[in-house]
């Protein structure tokens, strides 16, 4: 079962937190950003759920806790009114500067977005593209980090592995071309969205190819780790409770 407040931080931090590692990675989404005249800070303030700004400007998008030096900001009354913007397009209410609300959501962010859902829904033809392909398990990668710690800190079930998780920080990525670093401290996971340089257990993927397959489950973790594709290190512990985790994410990004 599916928690529709842990749903919510998933879309936030997991999801739409991939933004801006798009506006680095895509040149589509790149122009997109460099046609704006100002920046645009978006708050989305969810009851009960969570609050966070998307900073965009013409050098991509950064994305911030909580609302401080947000232009405009849209809320919701619930964490299932914030999941419809992400499942049917159905925005919030404009609280603050409804018209740059309005006109960013229906423009650029729309824009943003629907790159964004190509590549993490891609078809099979697009998939065929290189290019496409590493940008889409890149993407991936970062949702995932994402989704590990919102759900480690609302999904039940994921708060109870997390409990049994050392401080300390957890390494995850594809050989040579993407890192992500959940941190952990008094059982609350953060996301870094890079390589950790004092990683207390390491996960690492040998090849984008195999991360991809691990990712759309069309490989085998056992029969990979077997095969030595995929790299484990440190304390066990803190790894076999972030794959429980990710076994919740598997549910919720299905």
């Given at each position: 079962m599916k928690d529709a407040?842990?749903?919510?931080?998933?879309?936030?931090?997991?999801?739409?937190?991939a933004l801006e590692n798009l506006c680095e990675i895509d040149d589509?989404?790149?122009?997109?950003?460099?046609?704006?005249k100002k920046p645009v800070n978006f708050c989305f303030d969810v009851k009960d759920g969570p609050c966070f700004t998307l900073n965009f400007s013409a050098d991509g998008c950064k994305m911030t806790d909580g609302d401080a030096g947000c232009t405009c900001?849209?809320?919701f009354r619930s964490p299932d009114g914030f999941n419809n913007l992400i499942d049917n397009s159905k925005p919030g209410i404009p609280s603050k500067n409804p018209t740059q609300v309005l006109s960013f959501l229906?423009?650029?962010?729309?824009?943003?977005t629907n790159i964004l859902v190509k590549y993490l829904r891609p078809s099979d033809s697009d998939l065929k593209d290189k290019d496409f392909f590493e940008k889409s398990t890149i993407l991936t990668m970062y949702v995932i980090g994402g989704a590990i710690c919102a759900l480690g800190n609302n999904d039940e079930i994921s708060k109870l592995s997390a409990s049994y998780i050392v401080d300390g920080e957890i390494s995850m990525g594809i050989s040579d071309k993407v890192y992500v670093t959940v941190i952990?401290?008094?059982?609350?996971?953060?996301?870094?969205?890079e390589k950790s340089q004092n990683p207390r257990a390491i996960m690492e993927f040998k090849t984008i190819e195999l991360a991809n397959?691990?990712?759309?489950?069309t490989a085998s973790t056992m029969a990979e780790l077997c095969a030595g594709n995929i790299y484990?290190?440190?304390?066990?512990?803190?790894?076999d409770n972030i794959n429980r985790i990710l076994?919740?994410?598997g549910l919720y990004l299905a």
């Open positions: 407040r842990a749903m919510a931080f998933v879309n936030a931090y997991g999801v739409l937190g589509e989404a790149k122009k997109i950003c460099q046609k704006l900001k849209m809320s229906l423009g650029p962010f729309t824009k943003l952990a401290k008094d059982h609350n996971l953060t996301l870094k969205k397959s691990l990712f759309n489950g484990l290190a440190g304390m066990c512990n803190m790894i076994d919740r994410v």
